[in-house]
Nanobody, 130 residues
Framework: QVQLVESGGGLVQAGGSLRLSCAAS????????MGWFRQAPGKEREFVAA????????YYADSVKGRFTISRDNAKNTVYLRMNSLKLEDPAVYYC???????????????????????WGQGTQVTVSS
């Protein structure tokens, strides 16, 4: 089982930026699609963004499209989430996750479904102040 460790969360003013990182263990990182989810208190975990194993396809929730950017560096076994123009509705614990299936093709039908991800990090807190 791969180990995923997120970092980069913190407190930022509305309109500010943060970059989250997720470091993966093992030698198979480059063969799996990856995603970011978030969960605010009292709410269900929701999809934020996903990136294909090759990095050539990315997908975003409508709520973050145009503000967040997912990327990956397979040489460093790391996936990133650059968050710009943070809003008061963005605070949550942010989780990275590995999509199940070696070199699987992520589809619109499954990329937002948390149960199709087989490994999760412990999460990193993002707080936005007014």
């Amino acid at each position: 089982q791969v180990q995923l460790v997120e970092s980069g969360g913190g407190l930022v003013q509305a309109g500010g930026s943060l970059r989250l990182s997720c470091a993966a263990s093992g030698r198979t990182f480059s063969s799996y699609a990856m995603g970011w989810f978030r969960q605010a208190p009292g709410k269900e975990r929701e999809f934020v963004a996903a990136i294909s194993w090759s990095g050539d396809s990315t997908y975003y929730a409508d709520s973050v499209k145009g503000r967040f950017t997912i990327s990956r560096d397979n040489a460093k076994n790391t996936v990133y989430l650059r968050m710009n123009s943070l809003k008061l509705e963005d605070p949550a614990v942010y989780y990275c996750a590995r999509k199940e299936g070696w070199r699987s093709k992520i589809t619109i039908a499954t990329m937002t479904v948390a149960r199709t991800y087989d490994s999760w990090g412990q999460g990193t807190q993002v707080t936005v102040s007014s």
